[in-house]
């Protein structure tokens, strides 16, 4: 090594784990770059809450996914129980799991049947009723069947989480560059032979020179770098309900309430009192023909779709139909990059030297945020754990004949993947200063 030290490209969920894990290792020298001043209103991860949950023990007779999923969520679920920096952000007030149609139902029952933990079975509307304080889900829950985990999971304040492990990192020295020009990474620099990474040049024209460079831009990862179609840049529709504070004081200390073919809801934050709605469907794609081949391209909008809408109203008519007519106050679009089988993809490029790639967080990417530092340094220093490593690793075959249009085995909407480019009609909801 030089005294370059370490570029990571994106300072979201990810790029901050990273930028965190390697200062606290020690590392002297590392610098972020991030298209928008921090926190990026399109990061994903920069947003009230995300749902959190504990994981049965890795085993190791488990099947390589169960493997994955266990070990990794042990990792972060250590460090949000008993890491300073990570405890005060997690709250587990229990989820519960639940569809409507019989293929979203069936999804349910192999989480029930795969968790450790004591779950109760919710069949009837009296019976998700009960899960939460009186008047709070008064709905008519018209076919919904599930499961109700009252403890071992629940939700993490999500913004808290990304400002803390920020202000950490910056304590410690890491220096985060960002803003449209200065941090925007137009192109990573390559070694005249096309076979090493410099660093990165950002939109101001600078070049920022790196012994090691570690690619962590979310969904806008796959403008930078060829993946061989290993990521798909996915997108899901958020709202914000806002709450009086006085009837926030009656929605606390909530179960998440998941529906998998519905969408879900978490209870109001501290601060504004909004409760967090996102309608579930398999997600929307942005079609753009580039180089002769269709790719989905991310795009940033505080808006949804208006059948994103409609689909929270039916949402919240059948289990808060007190709040169906209610304005939101806020929406946006919101990205994350899916690799095939939904595993992360966090590896040393095998062509070019000197890349290491953290993407491809598949929707789980911030329960799990905190392991995901903890990987990245692993990699660096060439001691990760060598079951995961395999499982992580950069794996283009997987995706020679990817389907852009696969499900992924979520649910919800027509029960298919949808095309930004064929929506006409956006909603007109007033910002509320992010
Ligand atoms: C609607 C929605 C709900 C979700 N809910 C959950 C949940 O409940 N639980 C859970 O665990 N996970 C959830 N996820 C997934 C999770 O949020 C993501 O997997 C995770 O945040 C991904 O982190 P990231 O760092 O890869 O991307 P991001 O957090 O999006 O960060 C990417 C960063 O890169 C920056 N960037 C982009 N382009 C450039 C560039 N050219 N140059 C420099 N910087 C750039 C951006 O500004 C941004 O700061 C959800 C995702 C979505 C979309």
């Given at each position: 090594?030089?005294?370059?030290?370490?570029?990571?490209?994106?300072?979201g969920?990810?790029?901050?784990?990273?930028?965190?894990?390697?200062?606290?290792?020690?590392?002297?020298?590392?610098?972020?770059?991030?298209?928008?001043?921090?926190?990026?209103?399109?990061?994903?991860?920069?947003?009230?809450?995300?749902?959190?949950?504990?994981?049965?023990?890795?085993?190791?007779?488990?099947?390589?996914?169960?493997?994955?999923?266990?070990?990794?969520?042990?990792?972060?679920?250590?460090?949000?129980?008993?890491?300073?920096?990570?405890?005060?952000?997690?709250?587990?007030?229990?989820?519960?799991?639940?569809?409507?149609?019989?293929?979203?139902?069936?999804?349910?029952?192999?989480?029930?049947?795969?968790?450790?933990?004591?779950?109760?079975p919710?069949?009837?509307?009296?019976?998700?009723?009960?899960?939460?304080?009186?008047?709070?889900?008064?709905?008519?829950?018209?076919?919904?069947?599930?499961f109700?985990?009252?403890?071992?999971?629940?939700?993490?304040?999500?913004r808290?989480?990304?400002?803390?492990?920020?202000?950490?990192?910056?304590?410690?020295?890491?220096?985060?560059?960002?803003?449209?020009?200065?941090?925007?990474?137009?192109?990573?620099?390559?070694?005249?032979?096309?076979?090493?990474?410099l660093?990165?040049?950002?939109?101001?024209?600078?070049?920022?020179?790196?012994?090691?460079?570690?690619?962590?831009?979310?969904?806008?990862?796959?403008?930078?770098?060829?993946f061989?179609?290993?990521?798909?840049?996915?997108?899901?529709?958020?709202?914000?309900?806002?709450?009086?504070?006085?009837?926030?004081?009656?929605?606390q200390?909530?179960?998440?309430?998941?529906?998998?073919?519905?969408?879900?809801?978490?209870?109001?934050?501290?601060?504004?009192?909004?409760?967090?709605?996102?309608?579930?469907?398999?997600?929307?794609?942005?079609?753009?023909?580039?180089?002769?081949?269709?790719?989905?391209v991310?795009?940033?909008?505080?808006?949804?779709?208006?059948?994103?809408?409609?689909?929270?109203?039916?949402?919240?008519?059948?289990?808060?139909?007190?709040?169906?007519?209610r304005?939101?106050?806020?929406?946006?679009?919101?990205?994350?990059?899916?690799?095939?089988?939904?595993?992360?993809?966090?590896?040393?490029h095998?062509?070019?030297?000197?890349?290491?790639?953290?993407?491809?967080?598949?929707?789980?990417?911030?329960?799990?945020?905190?392991?995901?530092?903890?990987?990245?340094?692993?990699?660096?220093?060439?001691?990760?754990?060598?079951?995961?490593?395999?499982?992580?690793?950069?794996?283009?075959?997987?995706?020679?004949?990817?389907?852009?249009?696969?499900?992924?085995?979520r649910?919800?909407?027509?029960?298919?993947?949808?095309?930004?480019?064929?929506?006409?009609?956006?909603?007109?909801?007033?910002?509320?200063?992010?």
């Amino acid at each position: 090594m030089t005294d370059k030290g370490i570029l990571i490209i994106g300072g979201g969920t990810w790029g901050c784990s990273v930028a965190l894990e390697l200062a606290r290792r020690g590392f002297g020298k590392v610098k972020v770059l991030d298209a928008s001043p921090f926190p990026s209103p399109i990061a994903a991860g920069n947003d009230l809450n995300k749902i959190a949950e504990e994981s049965n023990e890795p085993r190791d007779d488990d099947v390589n996914d169960d493997y994955f999923w266990n070990k990794i969520n042990q990792m972060a679920m250590h460090a949000w129980k008993h890491d300073s920096l990570f405890k005060p952000f997690y709250h587990p007030t229990g989820f519960i799991m639940a569809a409507c149609g019989d293929d979203a139902y069936e999804h349910c029952l192999k989480y029930a049947k795969g968790e450790h933990a004591k779950l109760s079975p919710l069949q009837t509307a009296e019976e998700f009723r009960s899960t939460m304080p009186k008047g709070v889900l008064t709905g008519s829950f018209p076919g919904w069947r599930g499961f109700w985990k009252d403890g071992g999971a629940g939700w993490v304040f999500a913004r808290g989480a990304l400002k803390a492990m920020h202000a950490e990192a910056v304590e410690l020295g890491v220096e985060f560059v960002c803003g449209p020009s200065q941090g925007k990474v137009e192109s990573l620099l390559c070694s005249a032979a096309n076979d090493a990474v410099l660093g990165a040049r950002t939109a101001d024209g600078q070049k920022h020179l790196a012994d090691r460079t570690i690619l962590a831009a979310g969904a806008n990862s796959d403008l930078l770098l060829d993946f061989r179609k290993q990521l798909r840049p996915t997108a899901w529709t958020l709202a914000h309900l806002p709450l009086s504070a006085a009837e926030a004081e009656v929605y606390q200390k909530l179960p998440v309430l998941y529906g998998v073919d519905r969408g879900f809801f978490i209870e109001p934050d501290q601060e504004k009192h909004e409760i967090k709605l996102v309608d579930e469907h398999p997600g929307y794609l942005h079609m753009v023909p580039i180089d002769g081949r269709l790719r989905s391209v991310p795009f940033a909008r505080e808006q949804i779709p208006k059948e994103a809408e409609a689909r929270m109203r039916r949402f919240l008519r059948e289990t808060m139909p007190q709040f169906e007519d209610r304005e939101f106050s806020f929406a946006r679009i919101c990205w994350d990059a899916d690799t095939v089988d939904r595993k992360f993809l966090i590896d040393v490029h095998p062509e070019l030297a000197n890349l290491v790639v953290a993407v491809g967080g598949s929707g789980n990417g911030f329960m799990t945020s905190p392991a995901i530092g903890v990987l990245v340094a692993d990699t660096l220093q060439g001691k990760m754990d060598a079951r995961l490593k395999r499982m992580l690793r950069w794996r283009p075959e997987s995706a020679e004949d990817r389907d852009w249009w696969d499900t992924q085995d979520r649910f919800g909407a027509e029960g298919r993947l949808m095309d930004f480019q064929n929506v006409q009609d956006w909603t007109e909801i007033g910002a509320t200063g992010y």
